[in-house]
């Protein structure tokens, strides 16, 4: 008891906690237990029946756990060889490997005021696998682009291997004045497949200078024009 063991998920590589199965002898006469063999992805923790001469409605009890060695569902048996007439005796195994989510530093960028239509300087986000197996990325890429966020240098497209890092840089070029905030979406193969990084900038348009700042005429004879003087005003925003 049970006939069936279902593990809650399970990050590939780690051990789950022990689940019991007990044996009980519901004969007139002691039973002799054989062997107690998990198959699978599944290991006893410890084993108190293996051996073991059980009295009549005596009970024994062995631990299970359940270590995934891929993503997915996992099934095993654990089979009972004993004495009785209908041996073996098996009780369904099962459980679910998955890949946890991959962090990131920072989590979120902000790029202050920005000159419409001027790239920004890029900043760079760090993504860390923190499976013990490798992590499979399909995706990095803003979910809206046409609000000017771009994502370049991306080196976690492909396989991050277990307990590595992988970076992208994210770069804004506003269309418009106003303040705009964005989503940079990563797509990989872990439990939750999509993660979000939120990124935020304004678009602003640059005062022009004015060269020069003042201007002398010297001593000019009332009622005469002066020479000409330039003033130079320009845009820097482009």
């Given at each position: ?15 789950s ?26 290991t006893?923790?410890s084993?108190?029946?293996t051996?073991?001469?059980?009295a009549?409605?005596?009970?024994c009890?062995v631990?299970?756990v359940?270590?995934p ?6 099934p095993?048996?654990l089979?009972?060889v ?19 989510k ?18 920004s ?8 696998n923190p499976n ?15 609000v ?24 804004f070029?506003p269309?418009?004045t ?9 797509t ?21 200078t004015?060269?020069?700042t003042?201007?002398?005429?010297g001593r000019?004879?009332v ?16």
């Amino acid at each position: 008891s049970p006939l069936v063991l279902v593990f809650p998920q399970q990050e590939v590589g780690t051990t789950s906690t022990a689940k019991n199965v007990t044996l009980t002898n519901p004969n007139a006469s002691a039973l002799q237990i054989n062997t107690v063999t998990p198959s699978g992805d599944f290991t006893l923790s410890s084993d108190g029946c293996t051996g073991t001469l059980l009295a009549p409605a005596a009970n024994c009890v062995v631990s299970v756990v359940f270590t995934p060695s891929q993503t997915g569902t996992r099934p095993g048996t654990l089979t009972i060889v004993d004495a009785a007439a209908n041996v073996p005796q098996t009780v369904s195994l099962s459980g679910k490997g998955i890949l946890v989510k991959p962090t990131f530093s920072p989590t979120h960028l902000t790029f202050g005021n920005v000159p419409v239509d001027v790239p920004s300087a890029a900043q760079t986000i760090t993504s860390t696998n923190p499976n013990l197996v490798p992590l499979t990325v399909t995706s990095v890429a803003p979910s809206v682009p046409s609000v000017g966020f771009t994502v370049t240098n991306d080196t976690c497209i492909g396989t991050v291997a277990a307990g590595a890092t992988c970076t992208f840089d994210v770069t804004f070029t506003p269309s418009q004045t106003g303040f705009t905030t964005g989503t940079i979406i990563v797509t990989d193969n872990a439990v939750t497949p999509t993660q979000s990084i939120t990124v935020s900038g304004t678009g602003i348009i640059v005062t022009p200078t004015v060269s020069p700042t003042s201007l002398s005429f010297g001593r000019v004879q009332v009622g005469t024009i002066s020479g000409p003087q330039t003033v130079t005003l320009s845009n820097s925003s482009l």
